[in-house]
């Protein structure tokens, strides 16, 4: 008797470790201080912010993630971003941080304004790098918060897709993101170690994610760190219309920046983050 009480005491406690661990991403800490959590682009590894954490860990402890599919990090089932939204919020209940910083380039910027939309005391303030609540409305014309199957043409097209083309692709697509060519083959890297299933799907996670309408509900201060390509017409038109719900929200522009605005414009950007910090 004693031995089936002890058997099924050991089967309640790894159940409830196992639902309470965090799958959908893995985390480095470093630095002392007021705590910052720092969420890559989509694709990207944590080590995206290197240079940056070298910098802010002297103050701040900086909690970096890799989502799950991206830099190594073993691969999760659908719904992928919801997991790790739920996750997240988990984590910093567990962690018991105290108002951390949100810090988002892109996907991890869309992100962090979800997160801070639905948890409204839980965070002291997001640093958006170019970032937007809604991507599809930048790909799809009139786009009105239409959901994206998993199951599409695209995306069978894109899971069938062999090596060679998955990485040309990549290639192409990061010399128009990025102008820092020195950095433009580490983020290549990077998007071609992501797991396919987690590319595809992943990305049409984040197009069916509109928030538009819930910014309106983020109470802490938001400020952007935005690229100007294509051009700064183009761009400010883009962010005024998506961040219309959230008129509170800061707005600075890179000159000669693209996508990844932390290795396109370095000391713009760290100097920037010690104003917003």
């Avoid at 080590?47 to 691969?75: D, M, Q, R, Y």
């Avoid at 999760?76 to 910083?101: A, C, G, H, M, R």
């Avoid at 290549?188 to 538009?212: E, F, P």
Wanted: charged share 20%; proline share 5%.
């Amino acid at each position: 008797m004693k031995n089936r009480i002890f058997a099924f005491a050991l089967i309640f406690v790894f159940f409830v470790l196992k639902t309470n661990a965090q799958t959908s991403f893995q985390v480095t800490v470093k630095g002392k201080g007021s705590p910052i959590l720092l969420f890559a682009g989509f694709g990207c590894s944590g080590e995206l912010w290197n240079e940056t954490v070298a910098e802010l860990s002297k103050n701040n402890e900086c909690h970096i993630f890799t989502f799950a599919g991206f830099g190594g990090v073993p691969a999760i089932e659908t719904p992928w971003l919801s997991t790790i939204k739920d996750e997240v919020i988990q984590y910093v209940k567990t962690k018991k941080l105290k108002k951390p910083t949100l810090m988002g380039h892109s996907l991890g910027g869309t992100l962090s304004l979800w997160l801070a939309s639905l948890e409204k005391e839980m965070f002291k303030q997001l640093i958006i790098v170019d970032a937007l609540p809604c991507s599809a409305a930048l790909m799809i014309p009139n786009y009105k918060g239409e959901k994206i199957p998993y199951e599409n043409p695209r995306n069978k097209m894109m899971m069938d897709m062999d090596k060679t083309a998955f990485e040309n692709m990549n290639k192409q697509m990061i010399g128009f993101m990025c102008k820092n060519k020195e950095k433009q083959p580490v983020i290549v890297n990077w998007m071609n170690m992501i797991d396919r299933k987690t590319y595809v799907y992943g990305y049409v996670d984040m197009l069916n994610l509109d928030l538009r309408e819930e910014i309106a509900k983020i109470s802490v201060p938001v400020t952007i760190l935005a690229a100007t390509s294509p051009d700064l017409a183009t761009v400010q038109k883009t962010y005024n219309t998506q961040y219309e719900k959230l008129p509170s929200v800061k707005i600075h522009y890179a000159e000669n920046a693209a996508h990844f605005v932390m290795y396109d414009q370095p000391e713009w950007f760290m100097k920037k983050l010690k104003e917003i910090l």
